[in-house]
Each structure stands twice: as C-alpha cells, then as structure tokens.
Nanobody
Framework: QVQLVESGGGLVQAGGSLRLSCAAGRTDSSYAMAWFRQAPGKEREFVARITRSAGNTIYADSVKDRFTISRDDAKNTVYLQMNSLKPEDTAVYYC????????????????????WGQGTQVTVSS
C-alpha cells in the first residue's frame, strides 16, 4: 500500500500560479507518478505524468507549456507547478502512483495507476 497526500490547492485569480505537492509513503515501488483532475460534472482527466528513473514527462495538451511536473525522490514528493491558470483549470487535483511496471497504453488513463490520493481543490476565479 502506498499512501499519497496532496497539498497546495487553493483559490487563485486567473493568470496566477499554484504549486501542488504529493507526499508519498514511498516511490521506489512505482514506475510513474501522475496528476489527474476532476471538474464538477465531468470525468476525471489526465494532467501530467513523470517516470521514476528517467524523469520522462507527458502532459495533456490543455496544460502543456503552463504546467510542469517534477519529483524529488529524496523527499518522496511529486510536484505540479501550475502557471497562467485559467478558470477552466478549476478542479479537484489527484495524485496517482503506478505499479512497478506500466504499459504504454495506460500511461494517461486511470487504470494505469494503482494508488490515489484524496485530492486537493484548485479554484481559479476570472
């Protein structure tokens, strides 16, 4: 079992920035960590992913060039730096951890991740 705890959410004006953190009990057992988000009335969607060993990243088109995912393995923490925030970024943001292996066809979908945090609310006002 891997426990994930998100923090850093809040209320920010459009154009502002926030940094989310995900503290994991351990990260050495996961191949990749990711952030997903769920807006009211919508399904949860992929935001960004980073692999443990090489630090390779993938981003959703909607956040590319605005958001940056990173990790600090010494602290077992994954970050999501969010810049140039828009009202449509408003959602609950979830941290997720994969199994020790992950197929390429599930890198950006929920079933590719084994453990999930409780989520942190991000609200962007216009």
């Amino acid at each position: 079992q891997v426990q994930l705890v998100e923090s850093g959410g809040g209320l920010v004006q459009a154009g502002g920035s926030l940094r989310l953190s995900c503290a994991a009990g351990r990260t050495d057992s996961s191949y990749a960590m990711a952030w997903f988000r769920q807006a009211p009335g919508k399904e949860r969607e992929f935001v960004a992913r980073i692999t443990r060993s090489a630090g390779n990243t993938i981003y959703a088109d909607s956040v590319k060039d605005r958001f940056t995912i990173s990790r600090d393995d010494a602290k077992n923490t994954v970050y999501l730096q969010m810049n140039s925030l828009k009202p449509e970024d408003t959602a609950v943001y979830y941290c997720a951890s994969s199994a020790p292996t992950q197929g390429t066809n599930v890198r950006t979908v929920e079933r590719g991740y084994r453990y999930w945090g409780q989520g942190t609310q991000v609200t962007v006002s216009s």
